[in-house]
C-alpha cells in the first residue's frame, strides 16, 4: 500500500516562493504519474500540475503555469512542487497522488493520496 506525505506548507507573503514536498513509503514512484491537486475553502478539489514516469513531461493548469514547476527524485522517492510568484488566490490545501487510471487532470482517476499540506499566501 502506498502512503504519501506532504509537507512544507506554511504562511507566505504574496509573492514569495515555497517548496513543497510528496514523500512516497511502501512502494516505488518511479513508474508512476505524480500529481498535485489543491483544495480551497469551499471549493472543489482542483488540478495543479502533474508529471509523468522518467520526467518525460509534465502538465500545468493555465492558472499556475510559469510560476510553478513540478519535479520529482525517484531515488528518493519524492515529488516537489516549486511555487514562485505565489498569490492569495493559491491559498489551498495542496495534495499529491500517484498512480492515475485514466487522465491525469482528473482527480478520481488517481488511487493513492496524501493527506494535505496548507499553503496560506497573505498580501
Known amino acids: 500500500q502506498v502512503q504519501l506525505v506532504e509537507s512544507g506548507g506554511r504562511l507566505v507573503q504574496a509573492g514569495g516562493s515555497l517548496r513543497i514536498s510528496c514523500a512516497a513509503s511502501?512502494?516505488?514512484?518511479?513508474?508512476?504519474?505524480m500529481g498535485w491537486f489543491r483544495q480551497a475553502l469551499g471549493k472543489e478539489r482542483e488540478f495543479v500540475s502533474a508529471?509523468?514516469?522518467?520526467?518525460?513531461?509534465?502538465y500545468y493548469a493555465d492558472s499556475v503555469k510559469g510560476r510553478f514547476t513540478i519535479s520529482r527524485d525517484d531515488a528518493k522517492n519524492t515529488a516537489y512542487l516549486q511555487m514562485n510568484s505565489l498569490l492569495p488566490e493559491d491559498t489551498a490545501v495542496y495534495y499529491c497522488?500517484?498512480?492515475?487510471?485514466?487522465?491525469?487532470?482528473?482527480?478520481?482517476?488517481?488511487?493513492?493520496w496524501g493527506q494535505g499540506t496548507q499553503v496560506t499566501v497573505y498580501s
Open positions: 511502501g512502494g516505488r514512484l518511479s513508474s508512476s504519474t
Open positions: 508529471i509523468s514516469w522518467a520526467s518525460s513531461s509534465t
Open positions: 497522488a500517484s498512480d492515475p487510471r485514466g487522465g491525469y487532470d482528473q482527480a478520481s482517476q488517481y488511487a493513492y
